[in-house]
């Protein structure tokens, strides 16, 4: 059983592996992650990602270890609208910080990945003036002194380095042409940089579970007009919707408690956090010629069950035009053919990914060619099944006779299946 699992992982992780290699990252975390007892598994998560062939750059923040530097010298903290005035002691704080984390993270790093088949891997980390950046200046009568934002990226470098092998290593410090340095704020930081290289991916680990709905149900992904609208439309989501903007095609908000977060979210189809991206994750679109194979491993299970017509490739080839899909980051994980009788349509061929079931997928597919049917004027569509009879019936299909059925596809039934024809007329959906 356990061999049978890690087989089933490995290939479904495989094509990850291979996709993610080359692509750069931009990693994000808050300084509260550096602090955590567990802060050493997640860096030896970074390695084995850089061991991959991904290219990463980490922006790491420093907030908890600001605040305990201003404690030692009898100082709290001041903020307007969560952004953080520094004078000049929080300033020394700030300094101060940075070097202690980047200490941190860099002596992690510098094990590789130890206590592995990997051992003497070697990981490179490299860090630098980076940012060029300005001071936010005076907002609504308040000056933030040294506190400031991205001014520019120095892309040529952070590729260089990137290019070498190196994980580049970013702290939340930016430096002006005249040499003031300033406090920036870290989810801006990552946005600039992941704009700036292009990134295939921004990951955001943050403190809390996740992004959720008003039910609590967990938001596996969200449009930009979703994310804007969310009622806790924090920094991150601000940033990944500036980065999606700007030619990011994905930003993962995942929640830094979850052991190996980073895996998960990146080798596994579903992951465990929240995608915001300008093109959908998952679709429905109509079947192309290349969407054949995915659509034979979907209904194999089933002809094999008796529970659909035996299709042969080069049938499917013939009637592609009649398929829709549902589409999951590449993966055709259900689909449905509708085929045409003047004003009258067959739903058949129905099919969902046995991983994803339970999910509705089939009932949204459904939903879907019905609103083709209604914009192709069909009145009518029926479904000849032998073992879903109540599913279609709870969706609003009545049962009916053979004759109801347009002469041709009368002479195509199958006597020996005995299917049950259910129909449903268009007038009646909502």
Same mark, same amino acid.
């Given at each position: 059983?356990?061999?049978?699992?890690?087989?089933?992982?490995?290939?479904?992780?495989?094509?990850?592996?291979?996709?993610?290699?080359?692509?750069? %990252?931009?990693?994000?975390?808050? *300084?509260?992650?550096?602090?955590?007892?567990?802060?050493?598994?997640?860096?030896?998560?970074?390695? #084995?990602?850089?061991?991959?062939?991904?290219?990463?750059?980490?922006?790491?923040?420093?907030?908890? +270890?600001? @605040?305990?530097?201003?404690?030692?010298?009898?100082?709290?903290?001041?903020?307007?609208?969560?952004?953080?005035?520094?004078?000049?002691? /929080?300033?020394?704080?700030?300094?101060? /910080?940075?070097?202690?984390?980047? /200490?941190?993270?860099?002596?992690?790093?510098?094990?590789?990945?130890?206590?592995?088949?990997?051992?003497?891997?070697?990981?490179?980390?490299?860090?630098?003036?980076?940012?060029?950046?300005?001071?936010?200046?005076?907002?609504?009568?308040?000056?933030?002194?040294?506190?400031?934002?991205?001014?520019?990226?120095?892309?040529?470098?952070?590729?260089?380095?990137?290019?070498?092998?190196?994980?580049?290593?970013?702290?939340?410090?930016?430096?002006?042409?005249?040499?003031?340095?300033?406090?920036?704020?870290?989810?801006?930081?990552?946005?600039?940089?992941?704009?700036?290289?292009?990134?295939?991916?921004?990951?955001?680990?943050? @403190?809390?579970?996740?992004?959720?709905?008003?039910? *609590?149900?967990?938001?596996?992904?969200?449009?930009?007009? @979703?994310?804007?609208?969310?009622?806790?439309?924090?920094?991150?989501?601000?940033?990944?919707?500036?980065?999606?903007?700007?030619?990011? @095609?994905?930003?993962?908000?995942?929640?830094?408690?979850?052991?190996? /977060?980073?895996? #998960?979210?990146?080798?596994?189809?579903?992951?465990?956090?929240?995608?915001?991206?300008?093109?959908?994750?998952?679709?429905?679109?109509k079947a192309t010629i290349d969407d054949v194979g995915g659509i034979l491993e979907l209904i194999k299970p089933l002809e094999k069950a008796g529970i659909l017509v035996r299709r042969s490739r080069e049938k499917l080839e013939m009637e592609i035009e009649y398929f829709t899909v549902q589409e999951r980051d590449g993966m055709v994980v259900a689909c449905a053919a509708l085929y045409p009788f003047m004003d009258v349509a067959e739903l058949a061929c129905l099919a969902v990914n046995n991983h994803y079931r339970g999910t509705d997928r089939a009932g949204t597919l459904l939903t879907f060619l019905e609103q083709k049917a209604r914009q192709l004027?069909?009145?009518?569509? %029926?479904?000849?099944?032998?073992?879903?009879?109540?599913?279609?019936?709870?969706? *609003?299909?009545?049962?009916?006779?053979?004759?109801?059925?347009?002469?041709?596809?009368? +002479?195509?039934?199958?006597?020996?299946?005995?299917?049950?024809?259910?129909?449903?007329?268009?007038?009646?959906?909502?």
């Open positions: 059983m356990l061999q049978q699992q890690f087989i089933d992982w490995f290939r479904s992780a495989s094509p990850y592996i291979h996709a993610h290699r080359g692509h750069t %990252f931009v990693i994000c975390f808050g *300084g509260e992650a550096v602090q955590d007892h567990k802060f050493s598994n997640l860096i030896h998560d970074i390695a #084995l990602l850089s061991s991959l062939g991904i290219r990463i750059v980490l922006v790491h923040g420093i907030r908890p +270890q600001i @605040e305990q530097g201003l404690q030692v010298h009898g100082k709290k903290s001041k903020y307007v609208n969560n952004i953080r005035i520094t004078d000049e002691i /929080a300033l020394k704080c700030v300094k101060a /910080a940075c070097g202690e984390v980047r /200490a941190d993270i860099e002596s992690l790093l510098s094990m590789g990945l130890s206590n592995s088949p990997t051992t003497g891997f070697n990981i490179y980390t490299t860090s630098g003036n980076f940012i060029t950046a300005r001071p936010i200046g005076v907002r609504d009568g308040v000056d933030f002194l040294y506190t400031g934002e991205t001014r520019y990226i120095d892309v040529a470098t952070i590729t260089q380095r990137l290019d070498s092998g190196c994980i580049v290593l970013v702290s939340p410090l930016g430096y002006s042409p005249t040499g003031e340095t300033f406090n920036l704020l870290t989810e801006e930081v990552a946005a600039a940089i992941a704009i700036g290289l292009k990134t295939t991916k921004l990951i955001y680990l943050i @403190e809390d579970e996740g992004l959720f709905t008003s039910n *609590g149900r967990l938001l596996r992904q969200l449009t930009l007009l @979703e994310a804007q609208n969310h009622p806790n439309y924090n920094n991150q989501l601000k940033n990944a919707v500036r980065a999606c903007q700007n030619g990011v @095609e994905r930003v993962h908000l995942l929640s830094r408690h979850i052991e190996g /977060a980073l895996l #998960l979210e990146l080798f596994t189809r579903d992951g465990i956090g929240t995608l915001v991206s300008t093109n959908p994750y998952e679709n429905i679109r004027k069909i009145k009518k569509i %029926f479904v000849l099944t032998t073992q879903t009879a109540h599913w279609f019936q709870e969706r *609003g299909f009545k049962i009916a006779d053979l004759q109801s059925l347009p002469i041709e596809r009368q +002479q195509m039934y199958n006597y020996q299946r005995q299917a049950k024809v259910f129909i449903k007329h268009i007038d009646s959906l909502k």
